[in-house]
């Protein structure tokens, strides 16, 4: 047990997996029930400009492996705590729908969701997911873009648009028994290696950094895993090798 009270962790996490962070943390707090978790949520991007303005987050949970490699390189985190937490799984989701595939994209008749390409690994997927199929040019000027998976995971859901990109941990649960996505083939896009670092804070005592270290430590471990792994995501060791065009960064 920890030799305190109150502890804070602060921790930034990309808006795909605060659902199984959610899930994480209170596992979590079952044991340590004195640690005080607070969670904040963006996109990848956006968190990663707050951290690089010296935001006061203790751990980040990216949605990619670029930007913890980034932190890494300007010496931002502590040392060797750039590790592979998750393996996210991209899914087109249509609500309501059943045995969604490829032919809901060739026969869309309506708004395309994704998360911006630029700050959201998901989005980067989507992108790159219909340049594979070919059908990006034709689709362009159907797409609506969310800052974020949470975002676009609204849109579908309020009819905003027909369907979307989104992770899939964030559809397993919604609709009972009804399947309405697609899981879509992994070769189709750069595989989403999700990344955590624990950030340098100068002010930061040893006795908080070692609260810190041991959420971070729950999160790789066993328990933890299993936890990642029946929410939608497949662990981080799996290799994938990837089909992507040029054009479809």
Same mark, same amino acid.
């Given at each position: 047990m920890s030799a305190w009270v109150n502890a804070e962790v602060k921790i930034a996490v990309a808006a795909n997996f605060k659902p199984t962070l959610e899930l994480l943390v209170a596992a979590y707090k079952a044991q340590q029930p004195s640690v005080?978790?607070? /969670?904040? @949520?963006?996109?990848?991007?956006?968190?990663?400009?707050? +951290?690089?303005?010296?935001?006061?987050?203790?751990?980040? &949970?990216?949605?990619?492996?670029?930007?913890?490699?980034?932190?890494e390189k300007s010496y931002l985190i502590e040392p060797k705590t750039r590790k592979n937490y998750a393996l996210g799984q991209l899914v087109l989701w249509a609500k309501g729908q059943s045995a969604v595939n490829q032919n809901n994209l060739n026969s869309l008749g309506g708004k395309l969701a994704i998360a911006?390409?630029?700050?959201?690994?998901?989005?980067?997927?989507?992108?790159?997911?219909?340049?594979?199929?070919?059908?990006?040019?034709?689709?362009?000027?159907?797409?609506?873009?969310?800052?974020?998976?949470?975002?676009?995971?609204?849109? /579908?859901? @309020?009819?905003?648009?027909?369907?979307?990109?989104?992770? +899939?941990?964030?559809?397993?649960?919604?609709?009972?028994? &009804?399947?309405d996505y697609w899981l879509i083939p992994s070769q189709l896009y750069t595989p989403i290696n999700q990344q955590m670092v624990v950030i340098k804070q100068?002010?930061?005592?040893?006795?908080?950094?070692?609260?810190?270290?041991?959420?971070?430590?729950?999160?790789?471990?066993?328990?933890?895993?299993?936890?990642?792994?029946?929410?939608?995501?497949?662990?981080a060791e799996i290799q994938i090798i990837p089909r992507i065009r040029p054009d479809a960064e």
């Open positions: 005080d978790i607070s /969670v904040s @949520t963006a996109s990848t991007g956006v968190l990663y400009a707050q +951290l690089e303005r010296g935001a006061p987050f203790d751990l980040f &949970l990216s949605a990619d492996s670029e930007r913890p490699k980034r932190l911006n390409p630029t700050l959201a690994p998901f989005g980067l997927a989507a992108k790159q997911t219909l340049h594979n199929l070919g059908v990006y040019d034709r689709l362009k000027d159907q797409i609506v873009m969310g800052n974020n998976v949470s975002q676009v995971a609204h849109y /579908v859901q @309020t009819g905003a648009a027909k369907a979307g990109f989104v992770a +899939l941990s964030q559809v397993l649960d919604k609709q009972g028994g &009804l399947k100068a002010q930061r005592s040893q006795q908080e950094t070692d609260e810190v270290m041991a959420f971070y430590r729950f999160i790789l471990s066993s328990s933890g895993q299993r936890i990642i792994i029946q929410h939608g995501y497949q662990s």
